[in-house]
């Protein structure tokens, strides 16, 4: 069993910044894609970013490429996301997931079917 735990939301204003921290108790995550969703009030779970195993490899949804940041450090069994530039439709409760099962990160690391393991969410509020 892997627990998952994030940190870091907030209320910012338009243009602000924010760092979430996903920290994971359990079995170790090292070896296993991370990744953060979001999910806004009436829609569904989305896809932000995932990270591959040991950091090397990222992919964003294109809404938040080169504004957001997606890091690990293996050591402290954490995942990371640097928000930069936050726009109002970026309010949404974030979550951390992993799967236990893949290295590296594929078509399937989009898909919220594919983790088994997620936390309980952090809620960011962009203010305009």
């Known amino acids: 069993q892997v627990q998952l735990v994030e940190s870091g939301g907030g209320l910012v204003q338009a243009g602000g910044s924010l760092r979430l921290s996903c920290a994971a108790t359990?079995?170790?995550?090292?070896?296993?894609?991370m990744a953060w969703f979001r999910q806004a009030p009436g829609k569904e779970r989305e896809f932000v970013c995932a990270?591959?195993?040991?950091?090397?490899?990222?992919e964003y949804t294109d809404s938040v490429k080169g504004r957001f940041t997606i890091s690990r450090d293996n050591a402290q069994n954490s995942m990371y996301l640097q928000m930069n530039s936050l726009k109002p439709e970026d309010t949404a409760v974030y979550y951390c997931?992993?799967?236990?099962?893949?290295?590296?990160?594929?078509?399937?690391?989009?898909?919220?079917?594919?983790?088994?393991?997620w936390g309980q969410g952090t809620q960011v509020t962009i203010s305009s």
């Open positions: 997931a992993t799967d236990q099962t893949y290295s590296s990160v594929t078509y399937r690391s989009y898909r919220v079917s594919e983790y088994e393991y």
């Open positions: 359990g079995r170790p995550v090292e070896n296993y894609v």
């Open positions: 990270i591959n195993w040991n950091g090397r490899y990222t």
